[in-house]
């Protein structure tokens, strides 16, 4: 196996955010009452119970590196998730950022921000 890191995010309710993220991809590879793991394809994503988290007042984030943006920014919009300035969920179309590189936003129904940037070819 690789190395690999994996972001830990919150979760107000498991069902509900397991039901998002099967809608882009994602299948259950762990759940106990405290703890759940998503998984698609190489990515994984664990989420911490945190019933009492404000979605509103959320600082938690993280990136999702994608070899193909389009794709999965695609497949978000096809979920019914709107591009939008305010509210949860929601996405922040794919553009070429200052440093060079392409990034897309996810904002999910918690409150974490979801930075979607495209892989560089090799």
């Known amino acids: 196996m690789t190395d690999q890191a994996t972001p830990n995010l919150p979760s107000r309710d498991f069902e509900a955010t397991s039901r998002f993220y099967a809608a882009l991809g994602f299948t259950e590879g762990w759940r106990d009452e405290g703890w759940m793991i998503l998984e698609r394809g190489g990515l994984m994503l664990e989420f911490f119970a945190h019933p009492e988290l404000d ?48 990034i897309g936003y996810l904002v999910d129904a918690d409150g974490t921000l979801i930075r979607l940037i495209q892989n560089s070819p090799k």
């Open 55 to 102: 979605p509103l007042t959320s600082w938690f984030s993280c990136c999702l590196r994608l070899d193909d943006l389009d794709g999965f920014y695609a497949l978000c919009r096809t979920a019914g998730i709107p591009e939008a300035q305010t509210g949860q969920p929601r996405l922040h179309p794919p553009r070429v950022e200052a440093w060079g590189g392409r």
